[in-house]
T-cell receptor, first 112, second 115 residues
Framework: QKEVEQNSGPLSVPEGAIASLNCTYS??????FFWYRQYSGKSPELIMS????GDKEDGRFTAQLNKASQYVSLLIRDSQPSDSATYLC????????????FGIGTKLQVIP | GAVVSQHPSWVICKSGTSVKIECRSL??????MFWYRQFPKQSLMLMAT?????????EQGVEKDKFLINHASLTLSTLTVTSAHPEDSSFYIC???????????FGPGTRLTVL
């Protein structure tokens, strides 16, 4: 059973701070990793994808991947109240068919 | 990103009736579409994977005769919940992939309430 683990939170950070969201996964041969944002009552929205070890930056978001440690993280700089949402970590299954396994999601609360 | 639409966005039906949900990829060809279900305060649960022109692959525990999936074209997949019961009430979300590297793009979801 492939697993993706996240702390469900809530993670509370003050406005303007850096929010750090973490995720570990069990499938050692996974190659593709994703972060989705889901607002309450809405469907997930893709924020970042990362495939290689290291950092990938897109605006205020930075995804970090360490395949040796089976760890992927998302940093949100200058957090805004509009960033308050649940952040889902997703890992592509190595078995094909483009399936991904989602974590339970971390609820982020940005306090004004 | 790529755009996926779903219709209807919400539906209320009586127990025992069937409900069809459509999922369309608007600006890309979705070689694979996925159907998820999400109960309140829970994560996404994959129900099935469908590839255009072939039978859907259902996850363990999902009744294929109850949740009928058709992926007739590269832009359209449908989910029919047959003989719906109150326990089927949930948020159903489709996603499509077909661009690069397994990125899935989600539709806005359909909220089903079975009375």
């Amino acid at each position: 059973q492939k697993e993706v683990e996240q702390n469900s939170g809530p993670l509370s950070v003050p406005e303007g701070a850096i929010a750090s969201l973490n995720c570990t996964y069990s499938d050692r041969v996974s190659q593709s990793f994703f972060w989705y944002r889901q607002y309450s009552g809405k469907s997930p929205e893709l924020i970042m994808s990362i495939y290689s070890n290291g950092d990938k930056e897109d605006g205020r978001f930075t995804a970090q991947l360490n395949k040796a440690s089976q760890y992927v993280s998302l940093l949100i700089r200058d957090s805004q109240p509009s960033d308050s949402a649940t952040y889902l970590c997703a890992v592509a299954d190595s078995g094909g068919y483009q399936k991904v396994t989602f974590g339970i999601g971390t609820k982020l609360q940005v306090i004004p | 990103g790529a755009v996926v639409s779903q219709h209807p966005s919400w539906v209320i039906c009586k127990s025992g009736t069937s409900v069809k949900i459509e999922c369309r990829s608007l600006d890309f060809q979705a070689t694979t579409m996925f159907w998820y279900r999400q109960f309140p305060k829970q994560s996404l649960m994959l129900m099935a994977t469908s590839n255009e022109g072939s039978k859907a692959t259902y996850e363990q525990g999902v009744e294929k005769d109850k949740f009928l999936i058709n992926h007739a074209s590269l832009t359209l997949s449908t989910l029919t919940v047959t003989s719906a019961h109150p326990e089927d009430s949930s948020f159903y979300i489709c996603s499509g992939t077909g661009t690069v590297d397994n990125e899935q793009f989600f539709g806005p979801g359909t909220r089903l309430t079975v009375l």
